[in-house]
C-alpha cells in the first residue's frame, strides 16, 4: 500500500501546485518569427510593474515567456533595428526607449504596434487585449490565446503596414521605410487624435485612413474608438505574442 500510494500522492500534489500556480501567473510566450533581431518593450500600467526590467533581446527563431500576476495591466512592443553598447545604451530604429535596452517604465517612441492586454482577478476573471495601430505601426505582431476555450479571439495586425503607408505618413531610414504612423500623428488634428470635440465614440468615427488600416488588418485597432471590432476577451492561462506571425 505504502509503495503504491507514494506516486498517487506525488501526482495530486503537482496537479494541486500546478493549478494554484496558473491561477496566480499569466504566461506571455513572447516568439521572434522575423528574419531580423527584434528587441521587445513591455511597460506595465499605471501601478503595475514592467517585467524584464522592460526590455529585452530576442534573435530570429527565439522565443522567451514572460509572467505576469493576474490583474496586470500593460502594453508590449517591438524595437527593430537596435544597437547597445556594454552599458545597455544605444538607439533603435523604430520603438525606442530613451535609448535604453531595459525601457524601465518607459514606453517606446511612435510609430509602434502595440500589444495591449489586462489580465482579471477573481473578482472579475476575464482578460481583455488587443493589437493597436493607434500609435502607428513598425512590425507585424499577433497575440493568440493558448486554451480559455471558445470565444477566445485573435488580436493580430499580420501585415506589413509599411509597404501600402501613405507616403505623408512614412518613417524612413535612408531609403528604407522602418514605420508607418498613424493619421493623429502624422496630420496632429483633434478628428483624428479623438481629443476635445472628437472625444467620444459618438463624436469620432473611422476616417479613410483608419480604413486603410483596417482593410489591410482587420484584427487590429485602426482608431481609438474602434473597440467593437478589436478589442478581444479570454481567459486563457497564457498567449504567444509573435512578431512576423504566420497566421491563418
Given amino acids: 500500500m505504502a509503495t503504491s500510494s507514494t506516486p498517487i500522492s506525488f501526482l495530486f500534489l503537482f496537479f494541486l501546485c500546478n493549478s494554484l500556480y496558473s491561477s496566480d501567473a499569466v504566461e506571455l510566450i513572447v516568439v521572434n518569427n522575423c528574419k531580423e533581431a527584434v528587441w521587445p518593450g513591455i511597460l506595465g500600467g499605471a501601478g503595475h510593474d514592467s517585467p524584464e526590467d522592460g526590455g529585452f533581446l530576442l534573435e530570429p527563431g527565439q522565443q522567451t515567456v514572460v509572467k505576469v500576476p493576474q490583474g496586470w495591466s500593460g502594453r ?22 530613451a ?16 500589444v495591449e492586454m489586462t489580465f482579471g482577478t477573481v473578482q472579475s476573471p476575464l482578460h481583455y487585449y488587443d493589437v493597436s495601430l493607434v500609435d502607428g505601426f513598425n512590425l507585424p505582431v499577433a497575440m493568440v490565446p493558448v486554451g480559455g476555450g471558445i470565444g477566445c479571439g485573435i488580436a493580430s495586425c499580420e501585415a506589413n503596414l509599411n509597404v501600402c503607408c501613405p507616403s505623408a505618413f512614412e518613417i524612413k531610414r535612408g531609403q528604407r521605410v522602418v514605420g508607418c504612423m498613424s493619421a493623429c500623428l502624422a496630420l496632429k488634428t483633434s478628428k483624428y487624435c479623438c481629443t476635445e470635440e472628437y472625444a467620444s465614440s459618438a463624436s469620432c468615427k473611422a476616417t479613410i485612413f483608419s480604413h486603410l488600416f483596417k482593410a489591410v488588418c482587420p484584427r487590429a485597432y485602426s482608431y481609438a474608438f474602434d473597440d467593437a471590432a478589436s478589442l478581444r476577451t479570454c481567459r486563457a492561462p497564457r498567449y504567444v505574442i509573435s512578431f512576423c506571425p504566420s497566421l491563418h
Fill in 99 to 114: 535609448g535604453l535596452l531595459h525601457c524601465k517604465g518607459m514606453g517606446g517612441i511612435p510609430p509602434a504596434t502595440l
Fill in 76 to 97: 508590449l512592443w517591438g524595437r527593430q533595428g537596435c544597437c547597445f553598447d556594454n552599458n545597455n545604451k544605444g538607439t533603435c530604429e523604430t520603438g525606442d526607449c
